[in-house]
T-cell receptor, first 111, second 114 residues
Framework: DQQVKQNSPSLSVQEGRISILNCDYTNSMFDYFLWYKKYPAEGPTFLISISSIKDKNEDGRFTVFLNKSAKHLSLHIVPSQPGDSAVYFCAATARGNQFYFGTGTSLTVIP | GAGVSQSPSNKVTEKGKDVELRCDPISGHTALYWYRQSLGQGLEFLIYFQGNSAPDKSGLPSDRFSAERTGGSVSTLTIQRTQQEDSAVYLC????????????FGPGTRLLVL
């Protein structure tokens, strides 16, 4: 049972434009959400997070939006750069024990 | 400083053999997690160690899987009588204190069971 879902396996965006990666979850007990970025042959690296008491968190070019009523979060990257090309995983946890990850979205930023 | 390291980086084994995968967490990190990523799947939680507490084994897929963490540092994930469906990338992560602390991932061990 996939509690965190990323329905778009891939996304291509022109350099300089906005990349929007989406994530849906089913468990209303999740209270913390994270995005990880993964390059080939490397482990995932933490990118940005948001707690359930917020609806937006911004860090430089990266902004995460949380819509609790829709059980949906999104990661916005603007402007997109070729170095952003990677697989992005959405993750969620309830009280920080088990972390549930989505299947990932492969982002390609075209120069 | 040194990140999370895992060994071996790649492992090919025959069905039915036992394998051991090793994880060296970041020094001082009390929490350690094991995940696996099968082809086309997301990261699947396996087990979580936090300090001296009993580990959360709720993600282990069968009793062929076990893990230890010696001295609160190095961890070994053991898969007995491997099956072809065990083929995956096994990722280890550590964090300062568990909970919402950022997890730092190792590069993974790619396991192929023939």
């Amino acid at each position: 049972d996939q509690q965190v879902k990323q329905n778009s396996p891939s996304l291509s965006v022109q350099e300089g434009r906005i990349s929007i990666l989406n994530c849906d979850y089913t468990n209303s007990m999740f209270d913390y959400f994270l995005w990880y970025k993964k390059y080939p042959a490397e482990g995932p690296t933490f990118l940005i997070s948001i707690s359930s008491i917020k609806d937006k968190n911004e860090d430089g070019r990266f902004t995460v939006f949380l819509n609790k009523s829709a059980k949906h979060l999104s990661l916005h990257i603007v402007p997109s750069q070729p170095g952003d090309s990677a697989v992005y995983f959405c993750a969620a946890t309830a009280r920080g024990n088990q972390f549930y990850f989505g299947t990932g979205t492969s982002l390609t930023v075209i120069p | 400083g040194a990140g999370v390291s895992q060994s071996p980086s790649n492992k090919v084994t025959e069905k039915g053999k036992d394998v051991e995968l090793r994880c060296d967490p970041i020094s001082g990190h009390t929490a350690l997690y094991w995940y696996r990523q099968s082809l086309g799947q997301g990261l699947e939680f396996l087990i979580y160690f936090q300090g001296n507490s009993a580990p959360d084994k709720s993600g282990l897929p069968s009793d062929r899987f076990s893990a230890e963490r010696t001295g609160g540092s190095v961890s070994t994930l053991t898969i007995q009588r491997t099956q072809q469906e065990d083929s995956a990338v096994y990722l280890c992560a550590s964090s300062l204190a568990g909970g919402w602390e950022t997890q730092y991932f190792g590069p993974g061990t790619r396991l192929l069971v023939l």
